[in-house]
């Protein structure tokens, strides 16, 4: 029994580092690092015409969000997230595709009543992430 116990613990940090970019959710993520926080914020701010929970992400949570997926774009593993306001998931969406390091962000907007918008300059890959399913 000990034994397994060694080697769960020298195992787990290979294991956290391989899913680092999965599982998480936009908010925590938003709240808990500054490179992320950051890079969404320089996305959205001065932006006319977001949903206001789009606008307002960075400070309240107040969207539904499932878990962050890892992808692979162009080799580079990035994390994806997307997100939807809360009652209008049908309507009004967003895709987020962040650098493994936090520091770059591409997003995708979709909304029924604002049309769609892309921010970030994706590159053809990144945008074909964003795209699908949208």
């Not at 967003?94 to 604002?114: H, M, P």
């Not at 921010?119 to 945008?127: K, Q």
Request: hydrophobic content about 45%.
């Amino acid at each position: 029994m000990l034994l397994l116990a060694v080697l769960y613990l020298l195992s787990a940090p290979a294991w956290a580092d391989e899913s680092k970019l999965s599982g998480n959710f936009l908010f925590n993520v938003i709240s808990s690092s500054e490179p992320h926080r950051e890079a969404i914020k320089g996305l959205l701010r001065g932006r006319p015409g977001l949903p206001s929970w789009v606008r307002n992400m960075v400070t309240r949570g107040d969207y539904v969000a499932i878990a962050s997926i890892e992808v692979s774009v162009d080799g580079k593993p990035m994390q994806l997230f997307s997100a939807c306001e809360a009652g209008r998931c049908a309507d009004s969406s967003i895709k987020v595709l962040f650098s493994a390091d936090g520091k770059r962000a591409v997003l995708q907007l979709r909304d029924k009543k604002l049309g769609g918008a892309t921010f970030g300059d994706p590159t053809p890959a990144e945008a074909s992430v964003l795209l699908e399913g949208m």
